[in-house]
Nanobody
Framework: QVQLVESGGGLVQAGGSLRLSCAASGGIFSIKAMGWYRQAPGKQREWVATITSDGSTNYADSVKGRFTISRDNAKNTVYLQMDSLKPEDTAVYYC???????????????WGQGTQVTVSS
């Protein structure tokens, strides 16, 4: 059973930065594509970024050029560096493992608790 634990969220002013982490356990991390999703209040969960097992990345248009996804296979951890944050980035952020369809990660596993990111204007 794969477990995913997100951390690193918080309250930040617009224009600021945060770095999210997702620690994975219970599976062979290095062979999995990983990704981040987010869910804002009253909205559906949306895909944010994907990183494949060989390090290829893709981003939603809304975060392209501001967010960077990376992974450390030795630590079974995937990261999301978020720069130039905007109030509309406010959401609960989740990670998952899955398969890539186009550029989007189709998740395999149940969602973790997520980590709250709040960007004030």
């Amino acid at each position: 059973q794969v477990q995913l634990v997100e951390s690193g969220g918080g309250l930040v002013q617009a224009g600021g930065s945060l770095r999210l982490s997702c620690a994975a356990s219970g599976g062979i991390f290095s062979i999995k594509a990983m990704g981040w999703y987010r869910q804002a209040p009253g909205k559906q969960r949306e895909w944010v970024a994907t990183i494949t097992s060989d390090g290829s990345t893709n981003y939603a248009d809304s975060v392209k050029g501001r967010f960077t996804i990376s992974r450390d296979n030795a630590k079974n951890t995937v990261y999301l560096q978020m720069d130039s944050l905007k109030p509309e980035d406010t959401a609960v952020y989740y990670c998952n493992a899955g398969r890539v369809v186009g550029s989007v990660l189709v998740p395999f596993h149940s969602w973790g608790q997520g980590t709250q990111v709040t960007v004030s204007s």
